[in-house]
């Protein structure tokens, strides 16, 4: 039994490195071109995310520990709220 799990499992990972082009479902197409342009996008440019949906990192990370500047949100709780 253990003779025929390990080809079947070096068999199975040997199908998961196939790629293809990508390329629509048979019977089905590529959706419209977006109104106002006449050339329709192909599979990998609908693919490719957004700036809006995948921002760039715009911060700096701290290199060294610094100081915590003073949070004016950061209250107690207020003492009106009546606990059961």
């Known amino acids: 039994m253990r003779s025929f799990v390990l080809p079947l499992l ?7 490195g196939a790629t293809a082009p990508l390329k629509p479902a048979a ?7 977006p109104y106002g342009t006449e050339v ?3 599979a990998e440019t ?7 949906a995948a921002p760039e990192r715009s911060v700096e990370l701290r290199k ?3 100081e915590r ?8 709780p207020s003492d009106d709220q009546k606990q059961p």
């Open 40 to 42: 329709k996008p192909s």
């Open 69 to 76: 500047l003073q949070d004016p949100f950061d209250l107690p």
């Open 46 to 52: 609908l693919l490719k995310p957004t700036p809006q």
């Open 64 to 66: 060294r520990s610094e």
């Open 10 to 16: 070096i068999l199975g990972l040997a199908g998961c």
């Open 27 to 33: 019977g089905k197409s590529l959706p419209v071109a």
